[in-house]
Nanobody, 124 residues
């Protein structure tokens, strides 16, 4: 199983930007499709974005489309989530997840490895 370590969360004002990172170790990073999920207070965990093994295809939740960008650098074993024009409703714990079989999508059962989560708070 690949180990995932997240960083980059914090407190940001509405309209601001934040860049999350997810560093992988333990197995060949390029063999895994990757995704970001988030869980807001009082709500269930929801899909945010995913990216294929090679980084040649991505998918986004409608709520973040046009504002968030998912990317990866396989040479650095790291995945990123660039978040722009942040809104209070983006406040959540953000989780990095890895899919060995590159199936991806919103089904949490497809992801065998998860990061510890990093808190993003959007507030004035």
């Amino acid at each position: 199983q690949v180990q995932l370590v997240e960083s980059g969360g914090g407190l940001v004002q509405p309209g601001g930007s934040l860049r999350l990172s997810c560093a992988a170790s333990g197995r060949t990073f390029s063999n895994y499709g990757m995704a970001w999920f988030r869980q807001a207070p009082g709500k269930e965990r929801e899909f945010v974005a995913d990216i294929t093994r090679s980084g040649d295809d991505t998918d986004y939740a409608e709520s973040v489309k046009g504002r968030f960008t998912i990317s990866r650098d396989n040479d650095k074993n790291t995945m990123y989530l660039q978040m722009n024009r942040l809104k209070p409703e983006d406040t959540a714990v953000y989780y990095c997840a890895a899919d060995r079989w590159n199936r991806l999508g919103t089904d949490e059962g497809r992801y065998a490895s998860w990061g510890q989560g990093t808190q993003v708070t959007v507030s004035s």
